[in-house]
């Protein structure tokens, strides 16, 4: 018995069905698949396509048969050309037919929920309900292969790169990365709880102590977050971490593999990953994931604007956004994106449609008279604007201004993320905190594991907000594909780390003792990255959701229509794990409450 992957011959079939062409007329085939369609002419005639994983092919069958969509076959028959004028170019065997076929029906099947083509519009729930019958449609078919195309990619890159694959616990202990934790219950230690690492983050850690040097792993997360498109419970990432590196190495690291994997499903290989500042980002971008795809970026018009008499742009910072072609926007669409500015935070939203006005560019909005001609020359120069443009500004906060007007600059040339080109860039030099939380302390940006910027260690306790950090981000037509850090190798800024997050020094110890006991002995200097297959995959494919490339995803409620998933348990099971359930409060009998 022979099996071969080449061909897709096996002991039940020759070939595989869609990659039948001209090159095999004459050859005498067994085909197994299903049953895609099924005409028939007359009495004497029936046409079968015949559908597997690589594509379909019309079978011809002398007489009846007694099939219908979706059963399982075996068909034999010798392939030939088709008779002139019967070419179907939308099929890759649209060239030829096999003929004289006989059917041997290996399993029959019940009429489908929904027809199995790509074409069909099916409610998402159902489709996930039967999701081993989606499976079937070219979309998914293609995507799960892409998938591994990339992740086949991923591995040999790192491979390459000289990082080991180690597997990291999946009952572990909670890590802080900001997402709630799943717990899982202990038999044996009652009362007691595992939790579903939200990422390997720690044990990556541990294994650089271990002396590993180069780790990567295309790790399962879970993290218990509402799902949206990009998010699902549990999701894929490349997981690496490496010793004795700065950041500059971590990310000719991740972009190698990244630019492979993009490669082996593009056949091309994209540019050098751009870098920009996180200050940049947010400056030009309002954002920290910008798409680089949606127009260009802001303009600073807050020197244009220096002393000016307009109230309107008396503020710290005015930002401005060209949108080329805009000039013809509609007087509604312009109220409609002044009510979007304050909505957003604004204070209003300042518009100029650029026009041509007795041979000369002139500005077309109710604040133009009240401009000086520097003004004028200055905005227009500023945000590189000509006639047939339009130019939108936000004067406030520098973060509102450049905020408002970055979502603006989506939501008026921003484009699905799975369209072409991508953008990749490389998002460098974050803030090591956020903000501040309602009890008044830091709040982490990245995680805790993250090194501090050397110089500013001291401003850890007196100005938390300034503290630069080694955290990085990879960002891909405006999604966020991952982040990583040089991490903290040393226990004594490991704890002044979580203590200025206003961690007691009891509470650092009892949930991190291992990890800062492990700093202790000998933890070599290390830095690492984590990136999102499911999004790059989902990117690379044209997706618009996560939920398209993976095979049994969870619905946006978290519940799989499949398996019924998640269900109560036995209560023998629960008394098993000691736990007793406390059942949701019933609904008030109607008309009360
Ligand atoms: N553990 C981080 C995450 O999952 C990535 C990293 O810092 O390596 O986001």
Known sequence: MTSSEGTGATSMRTGRCGELGVADVGRKVRLCGWVAHRREHGEHLAFVDLRDHSGLVQCVVDGTVDIRSEYVVRIEGTV???????????????????????????????????????????????????????????????????RAAVCGAIRRAMDRQGFCEVETPLLWAPTPEGAREFAVPSRLHQGSFYVLPQSPQLAKQLLMVGGMDRYYQIARCLRDEDLRADRQFEFTQLDMEASFVTRDDVLGFVSEAVLDAAEAVTGERPATIERMSWENAIDRYGTDKPDLRAGPPLADLTGVFDGTAVRAFQAPAVKGLR????????????????????????????????????????????????????????????????????????????????????????????????????????????????????????????????????????????DPLAVRSEAYDLVLNGWELGSGSIRIHRADIQARVFAAMGMTAEEAEARFGFLMGAFRYGAPPHGGFAFGVDRLVAILAGEESIREVIAFPKTQSGADPLTGAPKPVAPSSLAELGIRVVAPAPNPPPGQG
């Open 80 to 146: 030939r050309r088709r008779p002139e004028g019967m070419e179907n170019p939308a099929l890759s065997t649209g060239e030829v037919e096999v003929g004289d076929c006989t059917v041997e029906v290996l399993n029959p099947a019940e009429p489908p929920p929904f027809v199995v083509e790509d074409r069909a519009e099916v409610d998402e729930a159902v489709r996930l309900r039967y999701r081993y019958v989606d499976l079937r449609r070219p979309r998914l078919q293609r995507n799960l292969r892409l």
């Open 323 to 462: 949108v080329e072609g805009g000039g013809g926007t509609s007087r509604a669409r312009l109220d409609a994106l002044t009510e979007r500015a304050k909505a957003l935070g604004a204070k209003g939203l300042a518009w100029f449609r650029v026009v041509e006005r007795d041979g000369a560019v002139a500005l077309d909005s109710p604040l133009d008279r009240h401009l000086g001609d520097a003004e004028r020359g200055g905005l227009l120069a500023a945000a590189e604007a000509a006639a047939g443009d339009l130019v939108l500004a936000v004067a406030d906060e520098h973060r509102t201004s450049c905020a408002v007007l970055g979502q603006l600059r989506l939501e008026v040339a921003g484009r699905p993320v799975g369209e072409g080109p991508h953008r990749y860039v490389w998002i460098v030099e974050f803030p090591m905190f956020d903000g501040m939380d309602a009890a008044g302390n830091p709040v982490i940006a990245h995680h805790p594991f993250t090194m501090p910027h050397g110089d500013d260690l001291d401003l850890l306790t007196a």
